[in-house]
Structure formats: structure tokens, C-alpha cells
């Protein structure tokens, strides 16, 4: 079975966020112990799997998981797999979070992906102390639940060092799925990380389902609804965001660096 290794997220190789994708063949599902055994040995954020969908919803069924689960919503992998895939124009795709479109331009691919509007709480208890920051005020992105941490500037954002362990302690008592931490950029509209130790993902490089979440907090606080947001991991990357009532744009680019076959 063939195997794509693309950089999501990213205008050439060694950059944004490395997805695996696996193109099946119409029919049912492969065992999913086989599909998370597959993700566990490629060890990226996420591992996609799509085939030809048998319904009537979507051309494509997609999903996605991580080295250690399942997850129901995943940009940079969603927009590995539309490169992947070559199609010109729009694609669609039946995942647990509904349909999902891919418009796939020479300028680079545009996924229509439901908005996670984040919703006031309180710092939670901890959290400071397992970022080293101070947060100046959180919020849950919606189903996702993500948890969104605004900070003072770009230079704390860049200056986070996480404690994993206790992020994932945090996260998991919270039934979060994640954490953000965001504040005003200076060369892009806003800046983030993005940290998820309890799915098997220490820190992500590039994560396209959070910007579901910042895309209408920046927007709300910049009083415009297209921004460009950067990703300011090791790797980096940048997504073009517009949001669209309860539906938010995600604008990048791909490259694919592996393309190779899996044996068993």
C-alpha cells in the first residue's frame, strides 16, 4: 500500500507540519488497531486515511489519528491529503466532523471547516506554571475544546517552555483536547503554539483545527475576518484564515517529501 509523507502548511520541503497519508481503496474501513499501528510508526502529528466514499454525501471518507488516537477534526493532514489526492477545483470529504471541502488552486489549497468559537473560563489551576507564562485570559474553542491562552505579546508566545507532563495532566482533567497559546504578532496578525501531550502530540508544528478557534478570537479583537496567523514552532508555518459566519477558511500550501509503500 502506497504512503505519502507531506509538508502541510508549507511553501517547500522540511517545513510546516508533517502529515502521512494513505490512499484505500474503495470498500470498507482497514482494521482501526491497523490504522493506529500505522500512525504510531510514522509518528507524525497525524496520519490521514482516506478511500472513495460509497455515500452520497461526499466523494471522499477521510480520517485521522495521531500516534496514540483518533481525532475528529485535523487541517494540515486534511490539506496533505487534498494534495495528495491532485484534484483540481473542490473535493469533498465525509469525517467525524461532517463535510468537509477542500478547494484545491495553484495558489494553494482552501478547506471549509466548521468555526469553534471560544468561550470564556478561568485560567485553570496549574496552567501558568506549566507553560512558564502568564496568561492575561483563556477560553474554550467550542466542541473542539481546545484551550485558548492569550499571553502579552510574540515574545512570550516564542518563549514558552512546556512542561508536558503537567500540560497533559491539565488537559486531561479538563477534558481538553489541547492547548494554545496565542498573543498579537508583529509581521502576522496573530501568532500561536499548539500543545496536545495527552493525543501523543508534545507540541504541534502547525495545526490548522486550532485556527478554528483563533480565527474568530483575532477576528473579534482586530475587527476583521481576514488574517494571516503564524505558527511559531521550531518547523513554523503559516495559515491564511477567513471566517465566514460559522464557517472558517484555512489557506496553505504542501510538499510532498516521501512517497513509499508500506509493507504490511
Excluded at 463535510?99 to 489551576?125: K, Y
Excluded at 501558568?128 to 505579546?153: F, K, Q
Excluded at 508583529?186 to 500561536?192: L, Q, R, T
Amino acid at each position: 500500500m502506497r504512503i505519502r509523507v507531506v509538508d502541510a502548511f508549507a511553501d517547500g520541503p522540511f517545513a510546516g507540519n508533517p502529515a502521512g497519508v494513505c490512499v484505500l481503496e474503495a470498500g470498507p474501513w482497514p482494521d482501526d488497531s491497523w490504522m493506529q499501528s500505522v500512525a504510531a510508526e510514522m509518528k507524525h502529528a497525524e496520519t490521514a486515511f482516506v478511500r472513495p466514499s460509497d455515500g452520497a454525501e461526499a466523494e471522499w471518507d477521510l480520517r485521522w489519528f495521531t500516534p496514540a488516537k483518533e481525532v475528529v477534526l485535523c487541517g494540515h493532514a486534511t490539506l496533505a491529503t487534498a494534495h495528495v489526492l491532485a484534484l483540481k477545483g473542490k473535493t469533498s470529504f465525509a469525517t467525524l466532523s461532517g463535510v468537509l471541502v477542500a478547494d484545491v488552486a495553484e495558489d494553494g489549497i482552501t478547506l471549509d471547516f466548521p468555526v469553534n468559537r471560544p468561550i470564556a473560563t478561568p485560567v485553570p489551576d496549574g496552567l501558568e506554571a506549566a507553560l512558564e507564562v502568564e496568561a492575561v485570559e483563556a477560553y474554550v474553542t467550542g466542541e473542539l475544546r481546545d484551550l485558548l491562552v492569550v499571553v502579552r505579546d510574540e515574545a512570550t508566545v516564542r518563549a514558552v517552555v512546556p512542561q508536558y507532563d503537567e500540560i497533559a495532566a491539565i488537559t486531561d482533567r479538563d477534558k481538553l483536547r489541547g492547548v494554545i497559546v496565542t498573543a498579537r504578532g508583529n509581521e502576522y496578525d496573530f501568532v500561536s503554539r499548539f500543545f496536545a501531550p495527552g493525543s501523543g502530540i508534545p507540541e504541534d508544528p502547525v495545526t490548522g483545527s486550532a485556527h478554528t478557534g483563533l480565527a474568530p478570537y483575532w477576528a473579534g479583537r482586530l475587527g476583521r475576518d481576514a488574517l494571516v496567523g503564524y505558527q511559531a514552532s521550531a518547523r513554523g508555518g503559516v495559515v491564511q484564515v477567513v471566517l465566514d459566519g460559522e464557517r472558517v477558511y484555512l489557506k496553505g500550501s504542501a510538499v510532498t517529501v516521501l512517497d513509499g509503500e508500506l509493507l504490511v
